[in-house]
């Protein structure tokens, strides 16, 4: 690239920070002819790249098993109450591809709050409790008042978790068993040592303990198990008010854009898995969004945000039988917010810090395989036009959910896992795909590989392998790059 347009690359003007005009989509036949000249332009062509290739979450459509369903008072019409329909598989598929169906799984409407009543009204499910400003029929109405916005369809849909220690599940091992002892003996001190957790975190938590595992790892609970139940309930009540007190100014001039922006967003989150087109579902998300957006103005909402969301999400739920579902969505954002209080530098004005981060893995990648990065300079390939996805959506679209889960455990042990451990299993996962990178011969087919890399089979065993290739390079090129940790 020319010098004067890499000094002009990053400069961008954008009303709202990473927003992206969407004139059009990437096609790789115009890519070459005409490169970007700024980041607004290289944000422009590429305001799409992380829808492409939702294909790799087919797999949980016939994985997803027993009946959990949204609790009453969730659902919008009376019309859906009745209809099932098999959804994709979530986090029970870290550790097992298929699990077979279970019939005796809880129910969330089981483990709804006590003093939650709920009446017909003119065919619609009422919610006579306190937290009736949540009532998703009243958010319902709303929206489709506002004819700006696109209508969503509901989809008639009761999402199902699949438990894998259910009878016909195979049993797990006695090593598995011995780690599953481990954790909750740590878990169960009256004060859980932080470092042992995540020692033995970093090679993958068990389902069962997860969630309270990601609670504490991500800072959201203490170590002291006496006070966590009354941080939760304060937490919770915090997130709660946040609501009552913002989420009517969604409709505001100075935040309809922002609250639009999420409410296209949100139904291309995980588009082929059924669980995440549930109305009730999709509302949980644009309210943990829109009050994270506003409560951090120096970013706001930035598309790739919403599918971090995700993975807490996913693993909370798993918990359901124990946990209001309404209490899964007050974790689910304040976890988000621990993960993005040290990344938000990649979602602030001209997001430099994925700037910073394509720049790091060149340098990385030119140090530990030289062809590979020699033959991106030959065929005039530029890091950013894939690796920004990976930063951008911390792998996510290039990866299966459940894989997704568990190289989230490793994040999480680690000190600094998502904003710089991030970048060496990034590194790795570029030096996996040697052989099929080197024997592309054109740009439109190295651009297709590498947004499109074969991993909707990975399992447990490849992020395995991945994360410990990542852990070899991180101490064998532990100065690389210098200016990356600043």
């Known amino acids: 690239m020319a010098t004067d347009n890499r000094i002009n690359f990053w400069r961008r003007n954008a009303k709202v920070p990473g927003r992206y005009p969407k004139d059009t989509k990437p096609k790789f036949n115009n890519i070459k002819t005409k490169k970007a000249s700024s980041f ?71 483990v709804q709050e006590e003093d939650t009543e709920c009446k017909q009204v003119n065919g619609k499910v009422v919610k006579s409790s306190s937290d009736a400003h949540l009532n998703t029929s009243s958010v319902r109405s709303t929206l489709q008042k506002q004819q700006s916005l696109p209508v969503r369809p509901i989809i008639p ?3 199902r978790i699949s438990d894998q220690n259910a009878s016909g599940a195979p049993p797990m091992t006695v090593r598995e068993k011995s780690r599953l002892d481990k954790f ?27 969630p309270i595992t990601w609670r504490l790892l991500s800072g959201y609970l203490p170590a002291n198990k006496e006070r966590r139940e009354l941080v939760l309930k304060r937490k919770r009540e915090e997130y709660f008010r946040f609501i009552e007190q913002y989420y009517h100014s969604r409709t505001d001039e100075h935040y309809k854009d922002t609250y639009r922006q999420i409410h296209i967003d949100i139904p291309r989150t995980n588009p082929l898995i059924p669980l995440f087109q549930q ?10 969004l ?28 798993h918990q359901s039988h124990s946990v209001l579902f309404r209490n899964i969505e007050a974790d689910s954002f304040w976890c988000m917010s621990k993960l993005l209080d040290g990344i938000q530098d990649n979602y602030t004005f001209a997001q430099p810090g994925i700037q ?16 590979i ?22 792998l996510m679209r290039e990866l299966p959910l459940r894989c997704t889960i568990r190289l ?30 080197l024997s592309m011969v054109d740009f439109q087919g190295l651009l297709m590989l590498l947004q499109n890399l074969p991993t909707i089979h990975w399992g447990n065993e490849e992020v395995g392998l991945l994360l410990a290739e990542a852990y070899r390079l991180k101490y064998m090129f532990a100065d690389a790059p210098s200016h990356y940790k600043r």
């Open 40 to 110: 607004h332009e290289f944000a422009r062509s590429t305001n799409d790249a992380w829808d492409i290739d939702d294909e790799e979450d087919e797999e949980f459509l016939g994985t997803f098993n027993p009946a959990v369903s949204i609790p009453p008072g969730l659902h919008t019409t009376s019309s859906t109450q009745n209809q099932q329909h098999q959804a994709g598989d979530t986090e029970s598929a870290v550790s097992h591809r298929t699990a077979p169906p279970r019939t005796d799984s809880p129910n969330l409407q089981d």
């Open 157 to 159: 849909l009761v999402a």
């Open 184 to 210: 909750r003996q740590l878990l169960a001190s009256s004060s859980t040592d932080l470092e042992e957790l995540r020692k033995h975190s970093w090679s993958g938590i068990p389902r069962e303990v997860r």
């Open 279 to 288: 109305p009730a579902v999709q509302e949980v998300f644009e309210r943990i």
């Open 290 to 317: 829109f009050i994270w957006a506003i409560r951090h103005p120096a970013s706001g909402y930035v598309q790739g945000i919403n599918d971090l969301v995700t993975p807490f999400f996913v693993v909370f739920l």
């Open 356 to 371: 910073n981060k394509v720049k790091a893995l060149e340098e990385l990648v030119s140090r530990i395989d030289e062809d």
């Open 373 to 394: 990065h020699n033959h991106f300079k030959r065929y005039e390939v530029e890091y950013l036009q894939f690796a920004f996805r990976w930063m951008n959506n911390l």
């Open 408 to 437: 989230w455990d490793t994040y999480q042990a680690e000190a600094e896992g998502f904003s710089h451990f991030h970048l060496y299993v990034c590194a790795a996962f570029l030096i996996k795909w040697r052989k099929e990178i």
